[in-house]
């Protein structure tokens, strides 16, 4: 029989990254990121713990990852450490090591609990390329306006139709950018779930409450995190984590 391999031992520390994807590089899929990640850290020596088994791999947890081609200021990532480490020293070294484009925002350690339960929803802008703002607007109420609105997506599995509607919280055309003459910029809450409502399926449901065909020039995650009911807005995730820290 195979011998089994030795139990690596547990993580000693954990810490929760959030990192941003900006401009060329927010066309990194999600595996080329993973692995110039896993670089990263072998390059600023940070001392991962590993998991058990005959193939171990270093404790790195991804939540919420935002689709290739999408820049995004509110990714986040949570690594096991063998050995303790001061949350700013990891920050400053993984800074250095990772290339221009994806850069590290905060390194804070975990408080417990589940970091992926705490990303409810996201908040996007989209810039409507030629689209003017009032036609926009009017796009963005009939989508307001309708219960469910199906549309279609290739996935591993084929064609599948769900119901994009369910997922838009809130719709709104905010302020142009004045870099982007003539490109209307829809900010829109999503909420996550299965299927994951993405950018683009918000652009089909638009062409189909109101024939609206338009193609996002750019598409940018602003802030993930806990959605309050109460105040419709999108919390920070990493929040409980900073408190537990400054206590």
Not at 38 to 47: G, Q, T
Not at 89 to 106: I, K, M, N, R, T
């Amino acid at each position: 029989m195979r011998q089994q391999p030795p139990q690596q031992p547990p993580p000693v520390q954990r810490l929760r990254i959030r990192y941003a994807k900006r401009g060329r590089l927010r066309f990194t899929s999600h595996r080329d990121f993973s692995r110039a990640f896993e670089r990263a850290l072998v390059r600023s020596r940070v001392p991962m713990a590993y998991s058990s088994g005959f193939n171990p791999h270093p404790r790195i947890s991804y939540a919420g990852a935002a689709p290739t081609g999408s820049a995004s200021e509110a990714e986040y990532l949570e690594i096991g450490l063998a050995d303790r480490l001061d949350p700013a020293e990891v920050s400053a070294a993984l800074a250095s090591s990772l290339p221009d484009g994806l850069d590290v925002l905060e390194v804070v350690e975990s408080a417990g609990g589940s970091l992926a339960d705490r990303l409810e929803a996201s908040v996007w802008r989209l810039a409507l390329d030629g689209v003017e703002e009032e036609r926009a607007r009017e796009a963005v109420a009939a989508l307001l306006d309708a219960p469910e609105v199906l549309v279609e997506r290739m996935t591993k599995k084929g064609l599948r139709s769900f119901d994009a509607r369910a997922a838009v919280l809130r719709a709104a055309v905010v302020e142009a950018d004045p870099t982007r003459p003539g490109c209307a910029i829809l900010q829109v809450v999503l909420r996550h779930g299965s299927p994951s409502v993405r950018p683009d399926d918000v652009l089909a449901a638009l062409r189909e409450t109101s024939g609206l065909v338009a193609t996002a020039a750019l598409q940018q995650r602003v802030v993930q995190g806990p959605w309050d009911d109460a105040d419709g807005t999108v919390g920070d995730p990493l929040a409980p984590d900073r408190d537990a820290a400054d206590r």
